[in-house]
């Protein structure tokens, strides 16, 4: 009975052992990119100019300007909370009242900016996005000429269940329905909102958090101005970030049907942009620690049915359009044509679009081996060429990394300025692409930037120092894994800013913990000073 007993207390401790020093090498790890981008992000931002001719560029920022809005913003939230603190009695039965008014005023506000903006917006699709919803209009008509080697589809074949999902919507709302696509992304923005502020009431019930998560996601100026974009990046978010929240919910009761809300969430945000497996991936740790933290094997078993109902769903659309079009799948570029793009220099800018894999396959006659090698061997080249300069290949990735991740608006304003020919720009629309508005939406942008940055730094500071740490459970920690997942994966993949707004967006939930963190400190400076107050939000 002894030694039983004493294996059981081994394999606790094993558990445990393991659960924390995969928990503190993350943190550092975390803390690490936190700092990174806190540093260069107060030092230094990439601009887009309103010409839309010359590329982003790097432009040197003010540090103690950027350290002190950052502050500014704290001391505000902190002087806010310690005043409302001293009263508590009288009005602590309204914290709730007011977090819920804030709540459904970030909503209301969403939707109504949302639509406003959409409406006077005149985008018109080109690139991807033209091809896409082109490519759903013609198969629903039948015709499947761009599935064949070498055709769109047949080249970018992650592109499939984006085009499923539109073939759906244009067979309910017509053709080429690009306003109605536009406001289901304000929907998904107020989903997004909701979801993000489920995630944080789970992670850490605090009104203060959850009034600053809205009050960031009100003043998320590069997610807004994405809205217009016929695309699968803000469903990608929308769902990912439900996703989240459906995982916490799992992590603190263990009960089924999150799992199954985790599936149609991953499946969906799977189909609008492959660049999700990032987000399945950073479900499966999470899922691996919360067996490690509950000492049960339930959510590996829950981490297999989201994975596979994901994965499932995309090989049934694939298998869907084979039986359609007459067109085999798995004949489109080879991912490893991309990485090698994304070690490129063109024309000073490291890992840039360039065509560089479409020239390569169709060389190769549109045959993946021959072109998988093409690939491997330039990739060996560029390895040898950074071993022999390690100078120049720390400037290659620091740049690559800050042009992707140091440009405020994800140059949303780049993407999005494509509008019909022979009609006229409405005059905001004008000012905000061309115009006055154009570098004050920037310049507000660069310091909220700023400012989530440092807050991350904050908030990752203080779970290192927190002996329990901040989160409810192992699984709020899946977005913050997929943000070092998303880091580490555009270092080697094509270099485009627009790849990293989702994990901003994944930030701010813990980003707004920052704030709120050290705006806590500093109302606990003042009631030591004033001797009022509780020193702690509620």
Known sequence: MRVKGRTRIQKKISSRSIYNVFITIFKIILFSICLFLAYEGCKFS????????????????????????????????????????????????????????????????????????????????????????????????????????????????????????????FSIFGDFCYGVAACFHVIFSVITLVAGYSLLKI??????????????????????????????????????????????????????????????????????????????????????????????????????????????????????????????????LPSILWMAMGLQETDGRPGVYNRYQQNVFEECGFEREPAIQVGREYIAMRLDEFKENPEYAYDFFLKKVKMQWLEPLFEGLYETNSFPEMEEIPEGAFSLYYGNLHDAIWKASNYYQSIVYLAMLSFVVGSILHKGGYLANSAGWIPLIAVVGGFLFCIVWESKSRYILPYYMYMLPFASMGIGKTAEGICGFCNRFFGKGIGKSV
């Open 46 to 169: 990439y601009y887009s100019s309103s010409n839309y001719q010359e590329p982003i560029f790097e432009q040197e920022d003010s540090v103690w300007i950027h350290l002190s809005i950052f502050l500014l913003v704290c001391i505000i939230v902190g002087i806010t909370l310690f005043l409302l603190n001293s009263l508590k009695e009288r009005f602590l039965s309204k914290y709730f009242i007011m977090e819920k008014g804030v709540l459904i005023t970030a909503c209301a506000w969403l939707m109504i900016l949302g639509l406003m903006y959409i409406v006077e917006h005149p985008y018109y699709p080109t690139g991807d996005q033209i091809n896409t919803t082109a490519g759903a209009a013609y198969a629903r008509a039948g015709n499947y000429v761009m599935f064949s080697r070498g055709g769109y589809i047949g080249l970018y074949e992650q592109q499939k269940g984006l085009l499923f999902l539109y073939e759906i919507l």
């Open 203 to 332: 992670l850490a019930d605090n009104s203060l958090y959850c009034i600053l998560y809205c009050i960031m996601m009100m003043s998320c100026m590069p997610y807004m101005i994405y809205l217009p974009y016929i695309y699968g990046d803000l469903p990608s978010i929308c769902f990912a970030m439900v996703l989240f929240w459906a995982m916490a919910a799992y992590g603190k009761r263990l009960q089924r049907r999150y799992v199954v809300i985790g599936g149609a969430m991953a499946a969906l945000a799977l189909l609008v942009r492959m660049n999700s497996w990032i987000v399945l991936i950073a479900v499966g740790i999470g899922m691996v620690l919360l067996a490690l933290e509950k000492k049960t094997f339930r959510p590996l078993l829950a981490c297999m049915c989201i994975i596979l109902a994901a994965w499932g769903t995309v090989k049934a659309v694939e298998k869907m359009y084979e039986y359609r079009s007459g067109y085999e799948s798995g004949v489109g």
